[in-house]
């Protein structure tokens, strides 16, 4: 294939395939790669683009969150996630993903009522919860709730109606938290808190999930800022595998709440939100200094099945901005609770040292993700691990529902279905039972 500028508006790239030349559009967005349009291959060539993975394919445009992967860059509406960490808070970037520019003062106002307006389950909810088995994960009962909800709130889930979707978007970034610390109280045996709407979001969360009903609770302000911080790391991430889930779960015209549910079902996986569990059961199980060499050797063993979990990322090839400052937030918490010695921590700080110094992870670019120092700063708080991708879950809903939304009000959107290569059989008869072998 070749590029050639056929004309000085819209560059062209050529594809020549069996004996035919088609040209496509180049098309280039504000900052990163430019994006060939492939979609008259098949009509011109009668061949499919190839691309398990999606490693080259560009699902869609997008405004809300930008990643440079090799520069270890990542941008909300433009804004750096660091600075966004330190200077803002996680309901002014729920505001920033869904509408594309930072509050002011009454707009701020405004969107925070709305949101504390809706914090509240259905009532009639809250017996769901026993129709699962208190030993259940909390994703599972998730995934069952969260898809329910569609069930109850059936005034927002007209998806052509721009005040419903604006009204869905609330409840959904207000009832997240409510709907999870519910799963943790029932696998606790605890009974439920009610959302406090005079705390902030983060603060409100750690009331519903760690107050009971028989003494006082105060929330530590350096705990609730750094729930804050984690929640605005998890925000977003671009098309990841669960925000692809959304929008194609979604590009069919399904409502927003079965689409977050179909969301959180893919955010669950070990690949995936999962892997900040998985992260702190390795460091578990690595448990000292001294065996750190030995999983080392492990994970550049291929036979041996086993990945550094925390590492390594399909688009970060530099240090994972939101590991940097995940790393911060995991000593700022440690210090709170006075557990700076927590082993666990040792063992994380080495393990990265001596990986970012090994040839292995160095070439084939492997750094710390988000998730590698997430896990000792959740169980740190009070979190058990199974709870740790229901908290990816809570803060990404804001990210997933902001792509819903850009999805359904763009004019070129169209049902996802992808295509595929097929090597199965050919065409065959059906063969009756007594003539098989
Ligand atoms: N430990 C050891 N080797 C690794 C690791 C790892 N964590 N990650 C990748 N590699 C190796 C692969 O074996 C492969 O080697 P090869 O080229 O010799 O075959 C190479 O690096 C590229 O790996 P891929 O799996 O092809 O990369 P991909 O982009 O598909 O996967 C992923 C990215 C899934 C994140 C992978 O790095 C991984 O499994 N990491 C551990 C799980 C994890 O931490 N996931 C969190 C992701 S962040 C998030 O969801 C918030």
């Known amino acids: 294939?070749?590029?050639?500028?056929?004309?000085?508006?819209?560059?062209?790239?050529?594809?020549?395939?069996?004996?035919?030349?088609?040209?496509?559009?180049?098309?280039?967005?504000?900052?990163?790669?430019?994006?060939?349009?492939?979609?008259?291959?098949?009509?011109?060539?009668?061949?499919?683009?190839?691309?398990?993975?999606?490693?080259?394919?560009?699902?869609?445009?997008?405004?809300?969150?930008?990643?440079?992967?090799?520069?270890?860059?990542?941008?909300?509406?433009?804004?750096?996630?660091?600075?966004?960490?330190?200077?803002?808070?996680?309901?002014?970037?729920?505001?920033?993903?869904?509408?594309?520019?930072?509050?002011?003062?009454?707009?701020?106002?405004?969107?925070?009522?709305?949101?504390?307006?809706?914090?509240?389950?259905?009532?009639?909810?809250?017996?769901?919860?026993?129709?699962?088995?208190?030993?259940?994960?909390?994703?599972?009962?998730?995934?069952?709730?969260?898809?329910?909800?569609?069930?109850?709130?059936?005034?927002?889930?007209?998806?052509?109606?721009?005040?419903?979707?604006?009204?869905?978007?609330?409840?959904?970034?207000?009832?997240?938290?409510?709907?999870?610390?519910?799963?943790?109280?029932?696998?606790?045996?605890?009974?439920?808190?009610?959302?406090?709407?005079?705390?902030?979001?983060?603060?409100?969360?750690?009331?519903?999930?760690?107050?009971?009903?028989?003494?006082?609770?105060?929330?530590?302000?350096?705990?609730?800022r750094a729930l804050d911080r984690i929640f605005i790391l998890h925000a977003d991430h671009e098309q990841n595998a669960s925000t692809s889930t959304v929008r194609l779960a979604g590009s069919s015209g399904a409502n927003p709440f079965a689409c977050i549910a179909a969301g959180i079902a893919c955010l669950w996986g070990p690949a995936h939100g999962g892997a900040n569990e998985a992260a702190l059961n390795m460091l578990n199980e690595i448990g000292t200094v001294d065996r750190i060499p030995e999983y080392i050797k492990k994970a550049k063993d291929k036979t041996s099945g086993f990945r550094l979990m925390g590492f390594g990322h399909r688009v970060y090839k530099n240090y994972d901005p939101r590991a940097k400052v995940m790393q911060k937030t995991c000593h700022e918490v440690l210090d709170a609770l006075g557990t700076r010695d927590e082993p666990l921590l040792q063992v994380a700080m080495?393990?990265?040292?001596?990986a970012l110094e090994d040839d292995y992870f160095v070439e084939k670019k492997l750094y710390p993700n988000i998730d590698f120092y997430s896990g000792i700063t959740l169980r740190a708080i009070g979190f058990p691990v199974e709870m740790f991708t229901v908290l990816f879950a809570v803060a990404r809903t804001v990210g997933w529902v902001a792509q819903w939304k850009e999805m359904i009000e763009d004019p070129e959107q169209r049902i996802g279905r992808p295509r595929q290569l097929y090597i199965g059989a050919p065409v065959r008869n059906y063969v009756p039972f007594s003539n098989r072998g």
């Not at 080495?350 to 001596?354: F, P, T």
């Open 1 to 224: 294939m070749s590029s050639a500028k056929t004309d000085i508006a819209t560059p062209m790239a050529n594809l020549k395939v069996n004996g035919k030349t088609v040209d496509m559009p180049v098309r280039s967005g504000t900052v990163g790669p430019d994006v060939i349009d492939v979609g008259r291959l098949y009509k011109e060539t009668g061949c499919f683009n190839y691309d398990p993975g999606f490693t080259s394919t560009a699902n869609c445009s997008s405004r809300i969150t930008y990643i440079d992967g090799d520069a270890g860059m990542l941008l909300h509406r433009g804004y750096p996630i660091d600075q966004l960490a330190e200077q803002s808070n996680f309901l002014e970037v729920c505001y920033l993903l869904l509408h594309g520019e930072l509050p002011n003062a009454a707009e701020y106002e405004e969107f925070m009522l709305g949101i504390t307006r809706h914090t509240m389950l259905h009532e009639q909810m809250t017996r769901f919860y026993t129709g699962f088995r208190r030993d259940a994960h909390p994703m599972a009962v998730m995934c069952g709730v969260v898809g329910a909800l569609s069930a109850f709130y059936h005034d927002s889930t007209d998806i052509n109606d721009p005040e419903q979707r604006t009204i869905a978007a609330r409840r959904l970034i207000a009832k997240m938290p409510t709907i999870a610390a519910m799963a943790y109280k029932y696998s606790v045996g605890q009974p439920f808190i009610y959302p406090r709407n005079d705390l902030d979001f983060s603060a409100n969360f750690l009331q519903m999930c760690f107050a009971v009903p028989c003494g006082p609770y105060t929330v530590d302000p350096v705990i609730s």
């Open 350 to 354: 080495e393990l990265e040292r001596i």
